[in-house]
T-cell receptor, first 115, second 110 residues
Framework: KAGVTQTPRYLIKTRGQQVTLSCSPI?????VSWYQQTPGQGLQFLFE???????NKGNFPGRFSGRQFSNSRSEMNVSTLELGDSALYLC??????????????FGSGTRLTVV | DAKTTQPPSMDCAEGRAANLPCNHS???????VYWYRQIHSQGPQYIIH???NNETNEMASLIITEDRKSSTLILPHATLRDTAVYYC???????????FGTGTRLTIIP
């Protein structure tokens, strides 16, 4: 079956712009989480969505936001981009909250470069 | 902050068993131990998890000490494709937020 699909794979944006990243979870998976990975900070949790509701949020500024649609697909948005937002953004899906204990499935990520 | 401590890097000869240690001395009774790995330019891949008993699946074995303060991930016959960063994570059942540490960079040597 298809895995977690993230689009686009690579993106270059200019400081001050905004960006939207997309994640399609595995079919049947309804919980989606987002992570940011940078060389300096490693993998950090951004937020988690289930049934179109944000259930959990990491320690990131309000410029980072997300949403989930009725088909479980999720998008995250970063406004007013800064150089430090350059990172690999990863999406992970699981069947439902509490089911992640059996293992999340991660996508290959979107590599965002801010210049 | 991550609740685990892992060596930053390890080497292992191809075909040998790779034993990756993890310390989690502050683990609480309802926290599981998870292992993920990340191959370059890919997302993390779930390997195995356990609570207090040793676990084995088609990828690896997980040995948890009796006091649960440390564990070891064992890749029984390492191949070059096992070269990756391995993350040990402790997490509550139902907590969707995974806290990754810096992991161990495992290099399999031909």
């Amino acid at each position: 079956k298809a895995g977690v699909t993230q689009t686009p794979r690579y993106l270059i944006k200019t400081r001050g712009q905004q960006v939207t990243l997309s994640c399609s979870p595995i079919s049947g998976h309804r919980s989606v989480s987002w992570y940011q990975q940078t060389p300096g900070q490693g993998l950090q949790f951004l937020f988690e969505y289930f049934s179109e509701t944000q259930r959990n949020k990491g320690n990131f500024p309000g410029r980072f936001s997300g949403r989930q649609f009725s088909n479980s697909r999720s998008e995250m948005n970063v406004s007013t981009l800064e150089l430090g937002d350059s990172a690999l953004y990863l999406c992970a899906s699981s069947l439902a909250p509490g089911q992640g204990v059996y293992g999340y499935t991660f996508g290959s990520g979107t590599r965002l470069t801010v210049v | 902050d991550a609740k685990t401590t892992q060596p930053p890097s390890m080497d292992c000869a191809e075909g040998r068993a790779a034993n990756l240690p993890c310390n989690h001395s502050t683990i609480s009774g309802n926290e599981y131990v998870y292992w993920y790995r990340q191959i370059h330019s890919q997302g993390p891949q779930y390997i195995i998890h356990g609570l207090k008993n040793n676990e084995t699946n088609e990828m690896a074995s997980l040995i948890i000490t009796e006091d649960r303060k440390s564990s070891t991930l064992i890749l029984p016959h390492a191949t070059l494709r096992d070269t990756a960063v391995y993350y040990c994570i402790v997490n509550n059942f139902g907590n969707e937020k995974l806290t990754f540490g810096t992991g161990t960079r495992l290099t399999i040597i031909p």
